[in-house]
C-alpha cells in the first residue's frame, strides 16, 4: 500500500538523530525498503521517520506503508495474518506505545461506567502486562520477547551513549541485543564496586613448577628457585581472592592435572584452557612441546567481559618462562580490575606484584634453615 508522504502525519518523535540518512537513502536507491513504514488509520506515523526522510531525499513522493487498526489491537478483534510476522522489533516497540494511550482511555472508559467518575482520576497509566499481550499476539512476538524489546529500548533512551546501539542490533536478532544489555548492565555494576584493599579480581598464577621428577629432556632447567607441589598447594591463595575472583593458572603439558588440582585447592573451579601456540618447538619427553597452556577457573560469580576471545593464542617466545604482551591483553579483554600476579616474572603498571620469585627464593632458604 502507497500513501503520499505529504499526508503521513509526523508528530513528536522520540528520535532526535535520524543518524546517517544519504547511506539510508543509498540502500534503498539500490536494492528498494524491505520494511514498509508503519501508520494508524489516521495517516499518523508510528514508525519509520528515517525511512521517510530517505525518501524525500531520493525525490519520492509516496512511501509504501503498512497500516494498522490501533484501537482494533485494544479491543483485540483483530484476525491473524502473515504481514504481521514482518514487523522489525524497533516497531513491534514503537506499536506498543501507540496503543499504550488507547489503552488508557479504554480503562478509564471502563472505570467510569463502573465505578464512577472518582476512579477514573486514578488510572494514568495502562496496564501494561494487558498491553503487552496484546501487541505480542498482534505483531506475532512472545510475551517474553516483547518485554526484552521494551527492556532495550528503554536502556538505549535513558543511556544512549552506553546503549544506543543496541536498537540497531536488536532488529537483527532480540536475544543478542538483550543480553548484550544485561551483559553491559554488569560490567558496570562490576567496576563501580569498592575493592577490598589487597583483594583482586583477577590474578594470574605462574608457579614455579620443581620439575625433579621430570627427565632434564623434557625441558630447560629453571634458572630460578622452586617449589615443591605440595609447598604450591599449601599456598594461601585466598588471602588475595575477591569474593568473584577469575585466575589465569600457568601449567606445561606435564602438570596439567596438578594444575587442576592446585586450582581445586586454592577454591577455584576449573573452567577452560587456554593455550599459547609458540613458532618454533622445543624439549618434551614424548612429543616435542610447541604450546603451554593456561587453566582458567571461577570463585564465586565471577565472569568474563567479553564473549569473543578464542581459546588459543599466537606470540613469539621472549625467554625461559616470560610470558608474551598477547596473553596479558587477553587478560585485560576478558576479565575485571584490579589485577593481582603472583610469582610475577616482568613488572606491569595494572598487575600488583604479590609474591615475586625473589621473595619466594628467601622463603625457601629460610624454609630449609628453620
Not at 86 to 108: K, S
Amino acid at each position: 500500500m502507497q500513501r503520499a508522504i505529504s499526508e503521513i502525519i509526523i508528530g513528536e518523535r522520540c528520535r532526535k538523530d535520524m543518524g546517517d540518512i544519504a547511506g539510508l537513502a543509498n540502500s534503498i536507491d539500490a536494492v528498494g525498503l524491505m520494511h514498509p513504514v508503519v501508520v494508524d488509520g489516521n495517516n499518523k506515523l508510528i514508525a519509520g521517520e528515517r525511512r521517510i526522510r530517505a525518501f524525500e531525499m531520493l525525490g519520492r513522493k509516496k512511501i509504501p506503508v503498512t497500516v494498522i487498526d490501533l484501537a482494533e489491537i485494544v479491543r483485540g478483534e483483530y484476525h491473524e495474518n502473515a504481514i504481521r510476522e514482518d514487523f522489525q522489533p524497533t516497531e513491534v516497540h514503537a506499536i506498543y506505545e501507540a496503543v499504550g494511550p488507547l489503552e488508557v482511555a479504554a480503562a478509564r472508559e471502563r472505570m467510569a461506567k463502573g465505578g464512577g467518575d472518582k476512579r477514573v482520576a486514578k488510572v494514568a497509566l495502562p496496564d501494561t502486562g494487558k498491553t503487552s499481550e496484546k501487541v505480542g499476539k498482534f505483531a506475532g512476538v512472545s510475551g517474553r520477547q516483547l518485554e526484552k524489546i521494551i527492556a532495550v529500548m528503554k536502556a538505549s533512551r535513558e543511556d544512549p551513549e552506553k546503549f544506543g546501539d543496541l536498537p540497531a542490533i536488536m532488529n537483527k536478532s532480540v536475544n543478542s541485543a538483550y543480553r548484550l544489555l544485561n551483559k553491559r548492565r554488569d560490567e558496570a555494576r562490576v567496576l563501580s564496586l569498592v575493592q577490598v584493599p589487597g583483594k583482586y579480581s583477577t590474578l594470574v598464577i605462574d608457579p614455579p613448577w620443581d620439575y625433579e621428577w621430570l627427565s632434564i629432556a623434557g625441558r630447560a632447567a629453571p634458572g630460578y628457585a622452586t617449589m615443591t607441589h605440595e609447598k604450591l598447594m599449601a599456598l594461601d591463595v585466598a588471602q588475595w581472592a575477591g569474593d568473584d575472583c577469575a585466575l589465569y593458572l600457568w601449567v606445561t603439558n606435564n602438570f596439567m592435572t596438578r594444575g587442576v588440582e592446585l586450582m581445586a585447592k586454592w577454591g577455584f573451579d576449573h573452567k577452560c584452557v587456554l593455550t599459547w601456540v609458540k613458532p618454533q618447538f622445543g624439549l618434551g619427553s614424548y612429543f616435542r612441546n610447541s604450546t603451554e597452556h593456561v587453566l582458567f577457573g571461577i570463585r564465586g560469580n565471577a565472569k568474563t567481559r567479553r564473549d569473543d576471545i578464542p581459546t588459543h593464542f599466537e606470540a613469539p617466545v621472549i625467554g625461559h618462562s616470560i610470558k608474551p604482551e598477547k596473553f596479558y591483553e587477553i587478560v585485560r579483554a576478558a576479565s575485571y580490575p584490579g589485577y593481582g600476579e603472583i610469582f610475577q616474572r616482568e613488572a606491569r603498571a595494572d598487575f600488583k606484584n604479590l609474591y615475586q620469585v625473589k621473595e619466594l627464593v628467601d622463603a625457601v632458604t629460610q624454609g630449609a634453615a628453620a
